[in-house]
């Protein structure tokens, strides 16, 4: 059964070249291929759920495959409900996402490419979920980054291939700093599997007395942190999102967003639960940065125009949530369920969510081709089916009761109050009661901006007539040809998930919340304990939602859009020189940082030459050549005096015939010269045929050592 793991893993692999191959020749094949990949790696996955539920099967517990000798170390690979849990979700997405495409993609170029990058973006994104070291992790995370960074360059534009730069970029800066980590952590504990390192920092806190080992596992968790932030979009390395959603596809964006940010989140997680478990000092850095994050992605989000791009910032913004839970794990011991839970079951949302509201942009762009809000302003019109699936995903990630966000975002407000009582009695932490006062205000101001920019969104293209009428006419006319039918009942299915999972919260939701326990290390269930529909919880969600509504009536409504032509239109408020990386990220690496090495390079190079000048004139001064010879050798030199000596003693005693005098120095120094290039020659040739000989040596070795 463990094989079915290698399977979930290296089949999309194996299918992303048979895709491409069959789209050498068959472009419909391509695609239903490339449906049946994707829908045969949902299939693995609910069996896998069943096989494992199965009590007369072999525990999950124990479901491991290991590949040994991959680069010295093998890979590893385990299962558990939460692994299974993402990985289906992965693999639901990728589905979705994958159907949808068809249609998406009529009328692009390189189509080849893109479902050849996908599917080998699968396997890679599975094997994250799925390792059980910081090795095979990092294999894959880094095959991710690489694979997924075609997604953005797609359509090859001048703002795409910047966009994928800078993804491309800060994954693999991210990268390198996560492989120091990496180092730091096998050469203080000589292994990198995750059960292994469970309590590590905890054991070095309470073993040492210097806390050099401690700060040593910190500096690494940090290196960590920074690579897994950078891919969840996590502040401030959260710069690659607002630009890469907008230019890829809109498939792509929905993946980015759903999956590709778990991929880090997961990351930080495994950190959280397993090496800094208890740590107070831990638990405050991810709250703290979580805070950050959730608040800059919001008001990013609210000043942005673009439909796509308001989405990305939502993503950084929802990241936030998910990392104060996270943080809150950390630090939360009695109520840490509410914490691990509230944490998990907004990754699952925010996935779902953010797949219906990517896939319904898709939708839009594939119409207008834009997207920015006032050129699709009323494309929803008269569009029920349409305005159905937005809806849904606006009131999930708005967080209104009966819809799944309401429950994950009831659960860390639960959190945060759990743990500021905790420290109101006397509890030790590095947060007092105001600051978490603070952060909880945050959190649901935060929420507030999150109604408000996806109030915007639904007003501008749903309820708003567009500005020019004939443009509004023509959006009108579409009424139900703006989609393929199965693209509408993959979107409407999706999104009806989210009410579902909002309406029976104990019933969905719950067991989703437990198949996050074991991973997490929760033994205390507590989600059927709380009142969800209670005037505390509800108070939590109406404050939030109040915060919204003025907010888009009083910012939105009266500042961010302006009288123009008669009509109103939406206005970009933002300041532009704030972006952090125009402003600090591509000035210090690609301006400061090579004109400070360049300065210091040069300052050592004119430091060696001094040194050598200086040693060259005192210890190892040259000494001084009689004769020094323009051309030639000694040997040449003498032959020719002697030469010319004989010649000359000749033609005055024997020859008499007083010819002109040669010079046989001159004709023996080209001699030399000549027969010193063709050494030069044959020695290279010499050396070359040597090379190659070794080379066939060295085959021939390998072939007697494997078939003989």
């Given at each position: 059964m463990s094989g079915i793991l290698g399977f979930v893993v290296f089949f999309p692999m194996v299918s992303a070249l048979v895709c491409y191959l069959i789209g050498k020749k068959?472009?419909?094949?391509?695609?239903?291929?490339?449906?049946?990949?994707?829908?045969m790696e949902l299939a693995a996955f609910l069996l896998l759920f069943f096989l494992t539920k199965n009590s007369a099967g072999p525990s999950h517990q124990d479901?491991?495959?290991?590949?040994?000798?991959?680069?010295?170390?093998?890979?590893?690979?385990?299962?558990d409900d939460f692994r299974m849990l993402y990985g289906g979700i992965a693999a639901l997405l990728?589905?979705?996402?994958?159907?949808?495409?068809r249609e998406y993609f009529t009328h692009y170029r390189n189509r080849n490419r893109y479902y050849l990058f996908l599917l080998l973006t699968l396997g890679a994104t599975e094997g994250v979920f799925l390792?059980?070291?910081?090795?095979?992790?990092?294999?894959?995370?880094?095959?991710?980054?690489?694979?997924?960074?075609?997604?953005?360059?797609?359509d090859e534009k001048k703002a795409s291939l910047r966009a994928a730069e800078t993804y491309l970029a800060v994954a693999v800066i991210g990268g390198l700093v996560m492989l120091m980590g990496i180092f730091m952590i096998y050469n203080m504990t000589g292994t990198l599997v995750f059960e292994e390192l469970a309590g590590c920092y905890q054991m070095?806190?309470?073993?040492?007395?210097?806390?050099?080992?401690?700060?040593?596992?910190?500096?690494?968790?940090?290196?960590?942190?920074?690579?897994?932030?950078?891919?969840a979009g996590a502040f401030p390395l959260h710069i690659w999102l607002p630009k890469a959603h907008p230019a890829a596809p809109a498939p792509a964006s929905a993946l980015l967003s759903g999956i590709l940010t778990k991929a880090g989140v997961f990351g930080i997680l495994v950190l959280t639960a397993f090496i800094f478990a208890g740590s107070v000092r831990w638990g405050s850095i991810i709250l703290l940065l979580g805070v950050c994050t959730m608040v800059t992605g919001a008001v990013l989000a609210l000043f942005s125009v673009d439909l796509k791009r308001t989405l990305a910032c939502s993503s950084v913004s929802q990241i936030g949530f998910i990392l104060v839970g996270v943080g809150l794990s950390g630090l939360l011991d009695e109520g840490r369920w509410a914490a691990v839970e509230g944490s998990l079951l907004h990754m699952v949302n925010h996935s779902l969510i953010k797949l219906v509201l990517f896939l319904a942009a898709g939708v839009v762009f594939m119409n207008v081709h834009k997207l920015n809000l006032n050129d699709i302003r009323g494309f929803g019109r008269k569009k029920p089916l349409l305005h159905f699936i937005f809806l849904m995903g606006v009131l999930g990630i708005g967080g209104l009761p009966l819809w799944n966000g309401y429950i994950s975002k009831t659960l860390l407000h639960e959190a945060i109050v759990m743990y500021t009582e905790l420290i109101r009695e006397g509890m030790p932490g590095l947060f007092?009661?105001?600051?978490?006062?603070?952060?909880?205000?945050?959190?649901?101001?935060?929420?507030?901006?999150?109604?408000?920019y996806m109030l915007k969104l639904y007003a501008a293209v749903f309820i708003e007539k567009n500005a020019d009428r004939e443009i509004q006419d023509r959006f009108d006319a579409m009424n139900g040809a703006y989609m393929e039918k199965a693209n509408g009942i993959v979107l409407a299915s999706c999104a009806a998930l989210l009410p579902v999972m909002g309406f029976f919260p104990n019933l969905v939701m719950g067991s989703l919340a437990k198949m996050g326990h074991g991973f997490m290390g929760v033994t205390k269930e507590g989600f059927s304990s709380v009142t969800w529909f209670s005037p505390e919880n509800l108070k939590g969600a109406g404050i939030s939602i109040g915060i919204g509504i003025l907010v888009y009536l009083v910012i939105v409504r009266l500042w961010m859009m302006k009288k123009k032509d008669g009509s109103?239109?939406?206005?970009?408020?933002?300041?532009?020189?704030?972006?952090?990386?125009?402003?600090?990220?591509?000035?210090?690496?690609?301006?400061?940082?090579?004109?400070?090495?360049?300065?210091?390079?040069?300052?050592?190079?004119?430091l060696i030459d001094t040194v050598v000048v200086l040693l060259r004139k005192t210890l190892y001064k040259d000494s001084k050549i009689p004769h020094e010879l323009e051309e030639g050798t000694i040997i040449t030199h003498a032959a020719g005096s002697v030469a010319g000596g004989i010649l000359g003693i000749a033609n005055a005693t024997i020859w008499r015939r007083h010819p002109k005098k040669k010079d046989y120095q001159h004709k023996y120094a080209i001699l030399y010269e000549e027969w010193a290039e063709d050494s030069i020659i044959i020695g290279r040739s010499l050396s070359f045929g040597l090379l190659l000989f070794c080379i066939g040596l060295i085959i021939t070795v390998i072939y007697l050592l494997l078939w003989c």
């Open positions: 068959d472009k419909k094949g391509r695609d239903y291929f490339a449906d049946a990949a994707t829908g479901l491991m495959l290991e590949i040994p000798e991959v680069c010295g170390m093998g890979l590893h690979f385990v299962l990728w589905f979705a996402s994958t159907l949808f495409s390792s059980a070291d910081f090795y095979t992790m990092f294999l894959f995370f880094e095959m991710m980054s690489f694979t997924s960074y075609v997604w953005v360059a797609q070095y806190a309470l073993t040492t007395s210097s806390g050099i080992p401690e700060k040593k596992l910190m500096i690494a968790g940090i290196c960590l942190l920074v690579g897994f932030g950078a891919k007092d009661v105001s600051a978490l006062k603070g952060i909880e205000w945050c959190f649901l101001v935060s929420g507030g901006l999150t109604v408000a109103t239109v939406y206005v970009d408020r933002w300041y532009r020189r704030l972006d952090l990386e125009n402003l600090i990220y591509r000035p210090v690496l690609l301006g400061f940082l090579p004109f400070v090495f360049g300065v210091i390079c040069r300052v050592f190079d004119s």
